[in-house]
């Protein structure tokens, strides 16, 4: 990330950055631009603001240029030097300044720098650290990569780090999702002696457009076709498969939560299974995601095709069964055989969803090949984020077209 990025500044220190045409400008706006400018480029000689800084903005400008101030040698431009630190002291110290000084959602971006900018991974084996930093879903997916070298002292401390977010995400999530896929559900229990106000008017019409009288211009329905009311009965399957390799962290914590939310239906029987070059099934841990999270091993190799061919002995109702393949597509295994899978699965009635990511960041790397392939199967290959997750798990239910974003 550049000075200027990182500064990310210019959003922290407020709402935005002065065109620096307008530097020059008396009286008090003047100065609040020139203070700005000066977060932004870091203090160097070359930063021609002029400005000093005192106070607050000073510890604001230690802790940026902590992390961010690094020298590049042969760069017309300098920028500030890393001063960090390698010491879980040190470190302890800047995660409460930021905290201090910075918003919440601008403290996770800088948190994540941290890893991933000076090394910090080994530092969050520590519980002191890991008291110390702002949890999100990122945070989650580096704790649970470092599980296998996590001391016993470091995991009781993790697991309430991860168990917060895991929490958080539920109070967001769970509502909206178990209303929209109830009514999915009921929409899908079609009945043929409907009620006038559980009319399905939309397939009424169509199955009845031969009845069209065009002396009066209205359609006479001799069938009516409507909307059941699920029972308490198991309506659908669904069957989360995960990627678990490195790149997926964020989409295996949103996965499991939305996992428990599912299995904590009555009317839908859920499965969640994560793989890499092996395949683990965790739906038994589904009544606490935290466990699920644990559960998994972030990392390795993608053998796609052997978690289908499990998922696929699963099925048992495949016309009442939704698959959802949460991954990347950068397939280790076979893949002729991975997409004859997905072929057989949809011949046999089975609706299947392909996410290439389900988190807030937008669309991944992915394998565009195989994406393109599934696409032709009749199973486009798209980024979902959490909020539009139940949409899609809706429009599979109801076997309607998905909700793909433009932006996929």
Request: glycine residues 10%.
């Amino acid at each position: 990330m550049s000075t200027g990025t990182a500064g990310g500044t210019g959003a922290v220190a407020g709402s935005g950055v002065a065109d620096p045409g307008q530097l020059g400008q008396p009286g008090q706006l003047g100065q609040e631009r020139l203070r700005r400018w000066r977060l932004v480029l870091g203090g160097d000689a070359a930063d021609g603001t002029g400005c000093e800084l005192s106070g607050q903005d000073a510890a604001m400008d230690g802790a940026l240029a902590a992390l961010y101030g690094r020298q590049d040698k042969g760069r017309a431009a300098k920028d500030r030097s890393a001063g960090l630190g390698a010491s879980a002291p040190s470190v302890a110290r800047w995660l409460g300044d930021i905290r201090t000084y910075f918003p919440s959602s601008v403290v996770q971006v800088m948190q994540r720098d941290a890893i991933d900018r000076l090394g910090l991974s080994a530092l969050l084996l520590e519980p002191e650290m890991l008291e110390a930093v702002e949890a999100d879903v990122h945070l989650v997916g580096t704790l649970l990569s470092l599980n296998k070298a996590m001391p016993e002292t470091t995991k009781e401390t993790a697991r309430a780090v991860v168990r917060k977010v895991v929490q958080d995400l539920e109070k967001r999530l769970a509502t909206r999702t178990r209303a929209t896929l109830t009514g999915a559900l009921d929409r899908s229990a079609r009945i043929n002696r409907p009620r006038h106000h559980d009319i399905d008017w939309n397939r009424t019409i169509a199955a009845n457009l031969k009845h069209y009288l065009p002396e009066y211009r209205t359609i006479v329905p001799e069938r009516l076709i409507g909307y059941g009311r699920a029972s308490q009965s198991v309506k659908k399957e669904v069957i989360l498969c995960i990627d678990q390799s490195g790149s997926m962290a964020a989409s295996v914590v949103y996965a499991s939560v939305f996992g428990a939310v599912l299995a904590s239906m009555r009317s839908i029987n859920t499965r969640l299974v994560v793989f890499d070059t092996a395949v683990v099934d965790l739906t038994d841990q589904l009544d606490d995601p935290v466990d699920v999270l644990f559960g998994t091993q972030l990392g390795g190799g993608t053998d796609i095709n052997r978690a289908l061919a499990y998922c696929q002995s699963q099925i048992t109702r495949p016309a009442e069964t939704v698959v959802v393949l949460i991954s990347d597509l950068y397939e280790g295994g076979i893949r002729n055989e991975m997409l004859k899978r997905v072929a057989a699965m949809k011949a046999s009635g089975v609706q299947f969803v392909t996410l290439l990511a389900l988190s807030d960041e937008g669309a991944p790397a992915y394998d565009r090949e195989h994406a393109s392939a599934l696409g032709a199967l009749g199973a486009p290959a798209f980024a979902c984020t959490p909020d539009l997750f139940p949409e899609v798990m809706a429009a599979a239910i109801e076997k309607r077209p998905l909700p793909i974003p433009d932006t996929a």
